[in-house]
Nanobody, 120 residues
Framework: QVQLVESGGGLVQAGGSLRLSCTAS????????MGWYRQAPGKQRELVAD???????TYADSVKGRFTISRDNAKNTVYLQMNSLKPDDTAVYYC??????????????WGQGTQVTVSS
């Protein structure tokens, strides 16, 4: 059973930084894309950034120039470095992975979410 475990959320003042981490484990054969999504109260979940196994990245316009996504394929881990945080970045952040399992199935897997709160 593939599991994604996030860490690194918390409370930070506007202008501050946080680094999120997410590690996938459990019967993984290969991970394709990994990404970070977020959901603020009363809003739909949205893509923040994603990264392919080859390192190609995509960012939401709202975070370009402030957030950086990276991954360590050997550790099945994806990171999100968040700088110059704004109150609008407050949300639950979810890690996601498109992965093949050792049993030959492919699926989208999600973490449990980590809260990021930015105070003004």
């Amino acid at each position: 059973q593939v599991q994604l475990v996030e860490s690194g959320g918390g409370l930070v003042q506007a202008g501050g930084s946080l680094r999120l981490s997410c590690t996938a484990s459990g019967g993984i054969f290969r991970i394709n894309a990994m990404g970070w999504y977020r959901q603020a109260p009363g809003k739909q979940r949205e893509l923040v950034a994603d990264i392919t196994s080859g390192g190609w990245t995509t960012y939401a316009d709202s975070v370009k120039g402030r957030f950086t996504i990276s991954r360590d394929n050997a550790k099945n881990t994806v990171y999100l470095q968040m700088n110059s945080l704004k109150p609008d970045d407050t949300a639950v952040y979810y890690c996601a992975a498109d992965a093949w399992t050792s049993s030959g199935t492919r699926g989208d897997y999600w973490g449990q979410g980590t809260q990021v709160t930015v105070s003004s």
